[in-house]
C-alpha cells in the first residue's frame, strides 16, 4: 500500500481505477473500431458511477488514449442484468472467481467448483508469464 500511495499522490476510487485499467485494455488489445464493453449490473447507484465514468473517459480520455479514440472505437458501454445470461459475462465471472481468490489469499474451491488459477493464468497469458494488475 505505501508504494501505491507515493506512486499515486491523488486517492482514485480503486473501481473507477479498475474499470480505467479494463477500457484502456480493451482498447489495447481490440480490434478494429467495433468495440462493445458490458459489465454486469449492480444496483441502480453504482451503475450510474460507472456509466459517469465511461462519459467522464469519453471527454477527457485515459492516461493511455484520448477521448477521440475512446468514442470512435467503443461503439457500446452498457451495463446487463445477470438475468440476462449473457455468456460473455458469465465467462469473465468464471475468471474472475480464481484469480480474485488467488490474489486475497483464499483457498481455492474444491476441484470441479472452480477453474484453477493456474489454469486461467495459462491460458490468459498463453505462457505462465502475464502482466496483472493487482491494487492493494
Known amino acids: 500500500k505505501e508504494g501505491f500511495s507515493r506512486q499515486y499522490v491523488t486517492p482514485y476510487d480503486p473501481y473507477a481505477l479498475a474499470f480505467e485499467n479494463a477500457v484502456n485494455r480493451a482498447l489495447y488489445y481490440g480490434r478494429g473500431d467495433d468495440i462493445e464493453i458490458y459489465s454486469e449490473c ?4 453504482l451503475d450510474a458511477q460507472l456509466k459517469g465514468q465511461f462519459a467522464k473517459m469519453s471527454i477527457a480520455g485515459t492516461i493511455f488514449h484520448k477521448a477521440e479514440e475512446i468514442k470512435r472505437r467503443i461503439k457500446v458501454f452498457d451495463c ?16 474472475a472467481n480464481p484469480v480474485g481468490r488467488h490474489f486475497l489469499g483464499f483457498r481455492p474451491k474444491p476441484p470441479g467448483n472452480e477453474i484453477s488459477y493456474e489454469i486461467v493464468r495459462k491460458k490468459l497469458a498463453g505462457t505462465t508469464r502475464i502482466c496483472l494488475s493487482t491494487l492493494p
Open 42 to 45: 449492480r444496483d441502480t447507484e
Open 80 to 95: 446487463k442484468d445477470r438475468k440476462e445470461n449473457i455468456c460473455g459475462l458469465q465467462i469473465a465471472d468464471r475468471l
